[in-house]
């Protein structure tokens, strides 16, 4: 079964760190651009860390709202993407999902959150409040 799990989330305080985990099952996650994205209620998902494939160099993109306080990595030994963040603030409560798909850049998935990726997860909440 091919499929991306996610987990980690949890409810965290302003100021803190958590590390999300997407692993995946029945296929190779190192050969695809992964990315992490997140949806507040009322809000549009959106894009908030991307990684190209392990071939293509392992590129990162971040948005402006994250960028220096999310990292995203590749553990390919576990078939696994990770996101680390920390200096959470209350805004990044949201769900937080992971996407993978082939032929796409990581540009072009961080700006499309509603994309037609290959895979998707289920998602993980994350809760930043004290």
């Known amino acids: 079964q091919l499929q991306l799990v996610e987990s980690g989330g949890g409810l965290v305080q302003p100021g803190g760190s958590l590390r999300l985990s997407c692993a995946a099952s029945?296929?190779?996650?190192?050969?695809?651009?992964t990315g992490w994205f997140r949806q507040a209620p009322g809000k549009e998902r959106e894009g908030v860390s991307c990684?190209?494939?392990?071939?293509?160099?392992?590129?990162?993109i971040y948005p402006d709202s994250v960028k220096g306080r999310f990292t995203i990595s590749r553990d390919n030994a576990k078939n696994t993407v990770y996101l680390q963040m920390n200096s959470l603030k209350p805004e990044d409560t949201a769900v937080y999902y992971c996407?993978?798909?082939?032929?796409?850049?990581?540009?072009?998935?961080?700006?499309?959150?509603?994309?037609?990726?290959?895979?998707w997860g289920q998602g993980t909440q994350v809760t930043v409040s004290s």
């Open positions: 996407a993978a798909s082939l032929f796409v850049t990581p540009q072009a998935m961080c700006a499309r959150a509603e994309g037609r990726f290959d895979h």
């Open positions: 029945g296929f190779t996650l190192e050969y695809y651009t």
């Open positions: 990684i190209s494939s392990s071939g293509t160099g392992g590129t990162t």
